[in-house]
């Protein structure tokens, strides 16, 4: 399989997609009690919406591919949106949708009176649906792999092994 186009995320089209979920969060005019970043893609723009939207952070990590790590930090927000806490988790993508799915499904049955979801771009095709989004992709149409401004410390290597982990996303 050919490796993708890889499409850096400027600093200044990441600073308005921030702004562009903030936007969209205060006119739902939901208001979280928490904004929970998705390790590793969302912890960046949990922090920066953490600020923007004055709430604060909580993190959770799924990329480590530690289960009993996650499995209690899920555990806890599971506990918080039972008890009626309002959570929004942040994640760079919703690409397969695999991530916000598997959020979903270890939360329960919390709804979008409690649970709400922010990517900084969604592609449509995902198997997952969000509740904000600052852009939308079509996988079908867009192959690139998007390099955000977190990542740019990381060798060209290294952003082609995370896309090597599931290379059909952008097929």
Known sequence: MPEPILTDIAM?????????LADAVVASRWRPDWIVG???G???PAT??????GRPMLSVDLSAQLPAFADTLLDALRQRTEAGERLLVVDDINDSGRTILRLRGALGDADAAVLRVAVLIDNV????RVDYSAETIDRAVTKDWF?????KMASRASILADWG???????
Do not use: K, M, N
Request: aromatic fraction near 10%; avoid cysteine; hydrophobic fraction near 45%.
């Open 147 to 151: 390099v955000f401004p977190w990542e």
């Open 48 to 53: 920066w919406l953490s600020h923007a939207l």
């Open 42 to 44: 969302g912890l960046a």
């Open 38 to 40: 998705v390790g590793r």
């Open 165 to 171: 982990e599931e290379p059909d996303r952008t097929a």
């Open 12 to 20: 200044e089209r990441y600073l308005a997609q921030i702004e562009a």
């Open 125 to 128: 095709r995902s198997g997952a």
